[in-house]
Nanobody
Framework: QVQLVESGGGLVQPGGSLKLVCSTSGYNMDYYAIGWFRQAPGKEREGVSCIRSNGEIYYTDSVKGRFTISRDNANKKVYLEMTGLKPEDTAVYYC?????????????????????WGQGTQVTVSS
């Protein structure tokens, strides 16, 4: 079955960097979009960055110039490199894919378009 596992979260000071990794299994990720989402306490889940199977990339405005998404289909991984981290980036970060289920199809970087989710990894930006 489709599985997504996030890693790389942690505690970092403002201005610091982290690299999140989404490891996938159980399906051929070459054909599907992957997204990184985040959810802070009391807030809705937000699409941070998404990458299509053809490499087309979306970033939400608040992370443009600071975050970089990339995919390594050969190793079945997707990365989110985060630099210039701010306290407002603090959240649980999830990776997700639209995956091999016709109910889900990536049109926008919103949670509703993604049917398969990882368990999340905590990112805390604090001094």
């Amino acid at each position: 079955q489709v599985q997504l596992v996030e890693s790389g979260g942690g505690l970092v000071q403002p201005g610091g960097s982290l690299k999140l990794v989404c490891s996938t299994s159980g399906y051929n990720m070459d054909y599907y979009a992957i997204g990184w989402f985040r959810q802070a306490p009391g807030k809705e889940r937000e699409g941070v960055s998404c990458i299509r199977s053809n490499g087309e990339i979306y970033y939400t405005d608040s992370v443009k110039g600071r975050f970089t998404i990339s995919r390594d289909n050969a190793n079945k991984k997707v990365y989110l490199e985060m630099t210039g981290l701010k306290p407002e980036d603090t959240a649980v970060y999830y990776c997700a894919t639209d995956g091999p289920n016709p109910t889900y199809y990536y049109t926008k970087c919103t949670a509703a378009d993604f049917g398969f989710w990882g368990q999340g990894t905590q990112v805390t930006v604090s001094s």
